[in-house]
C-alpha cells in the first residue's frame, strides 16, 4: 500500500510546486519495466501512487476519459502525472491493418493524452507531466511501425501542448531506448541495440518531474 | 479530365520505376492548397490523377480502407503514391476533449497510412508513397496540438515503415510551413511564421518522387 497520504489525512494541500521532495506524483503503468524504474528513483523522495490497469494502489482504464477523472477525484492535487503505460501491435508492415494501427493510437497516445487532458485541473501550478515514448521512432525494428508511429505521436503532442500549459505546468516525454530487464522477454527483437540500465531510465523521470525543463524529449540510451 | 490513361486504352504495365519522366503518380488531397502545389509540379513531367474526397478524376474516403482499395482497383499500377490530404482539430488544449485529438488520428494519420497499407500491392517495384505532415510538430502554435501530434505520429510511421518496404519501395513525408496561398485564410493563426512559396513546396513532393531518398522528413520552410 501507498504511504502516499491516498488513505488516511490528507496531506497540507500543496498549492504550488517547487521541485522539492516529498512530492505526491501519480505513475500510471507503474508495473511495467519502466514504471518500476520510475517508482524505484521516484519513490526515494517523494509520495508516489502506483496506479495499474489491473492492479496497484489505484487502477485506471487510460482509454475511459471518466475512468480517468474517477482516479483523479480519488487521489486530489497532485504535484506531478507520469505516465509509462501503452500497448501497440508489433508485427510486419504487411500484415499491418486500419485496426492494428489505430490500436497504438488509441491505447499509447491517447491513453496518455487522456491522463494529460483530466490532469489539466489536478495538477497543481508549477507541476509536470511525463509521458513515456521509446526508441523506436529514431532506431526502428522490423515490425515495430506501430511503436514509432505511437511514439512520434507522443513527442508531437508534447511539442504542441507545451506552449499551451496553463500555471507554469511543464510536460516533457521520457524516450528510452531497450531496458536492461526488458532483454529476455524482447532482445531478440531489438538487434544491435544497446540495453539502457534501469537506473538511468529512471533518472530521466527525476529530470523532468523535479527539474525545471518542458518542451523536451528525454532521450535515454 | 486527367491525361493519365485512367480513361481510354491503359499504357503499358510499368514493372519498374526508374525515376524518369512519365510517371503514373497518384495524388490523394489534390484539391487542397498543397494538393495543387504537388500537382503543379508533377503535372509538368507525369500522368497525375488527382483525387479528393468530394471532386477530381476520382474520389476517395481516406478512412475506408474498402473505398481505398476499390480507388486502387479502379487506377491499376502506379509509380507513386502521394497523399495530401488530412484533417484535424484546431482548438484550444483546454477545450481539447478525447475525441477532438483522436478525430486527427483517424482522419490524417490513419488516412494516411491507410493509403500506404493499401498501396503496398498498388505501386510497382521501386516506386514511392510521399505523406504530408507540418510544421506545427516543430515550430507549434496556439490552438495546433493535434495537427503536432498527428505531424509526430506521420514522422514515426515514415521511420518505422520504411525500413519493412518490400520491393525498393519508398517512402518520405513532405513538411512544410505555412504555403503562402494559405496566409489569407490562415496567416492570423501562424504569427512570425514565414510563408513558404507554394513552388518550393511542389519541389519537395518531386524530390521524394524523382528522387531515390527514402526514410526522410523533408523540411520546407
Excluded at 491516498?6 to 519495466?33: S, W
Amino acid at each position: 500500500m501507498c504511504q502516499c497520504g491516498l488513505i488516511g489525512p490528507a496531506r497540507q494541500r500543496r498549492v504550488k510546486n517547487t521541485g522539492g521532495q516529498g512530492m505526491k506524483i501519480i505513475v500510471v503503468g507503474a508495473n511495467g519495466d519502466i514504471g518500476q524504474a520510475a517508482c524505484a528513483e521516484l519513490g526515494q523522495r517523494h509520495d508516489v501512487i502506483r496506479v495499474g490497469r489491473t492492479s496497484g494502489d489505484l487502477t485506471v482504464d487510460m482509454s475511459d476519459r471518466s475512468d480517468i477523472d474517477r482516479m483523479f477525484a480519488k487521489v486530489g492535487p497532485v504535484d506531478a502525472v507520469v505516465a509509462t503505460a501503452g500497448d501497440v501491435k508489433f508485427m510486419a508492415l504487411a500484415e499491418h491493418t486500419s485496426d492494428s494501427m489505430l490500436f497504438g493510437l488509441q491505447q499509447k497516445v491517447m491513453g496518455q493524452i487522456n491522463l494529460v487532458l483530466a490532469g489539466l485541473d489536478a495538477v497543481v501550478d508549477g507541476g509536470s507531466f511525463t509521458l513515456t515514448s521509446g526508441v523506436l521512432d529514431r532506431d526502428p525494428i522490423r515490425f515495430g511501425v506501430g511503436a514509432a508511429t505511437a511514439n512520434g505521436a507522443l513527442a508531437g503532442f508534447v511539442t504542441g501542448s507545451a506552449i499551451e500549459m496553463p500555471r507554469g505546468l511543464r510536460i516533457n516525454v521520457v524516450s528510452p531506448g531497450l531496458l536492461d530487464v526488458s532483454v529476455p522477454r524482447y532482445g531478440q527483437w531489438f538487434p544491435g541495440h544497446n540495453p539502457v540500465a534501469s537506473e538511468r531510465v529512471g533518472r530521466a523521470y527525476a529530470k523532468s518531474v523535479e527539474g525545471a525543463a518542458t518542451w523536451q524529449v528525454i532521450i535515454v540510451e
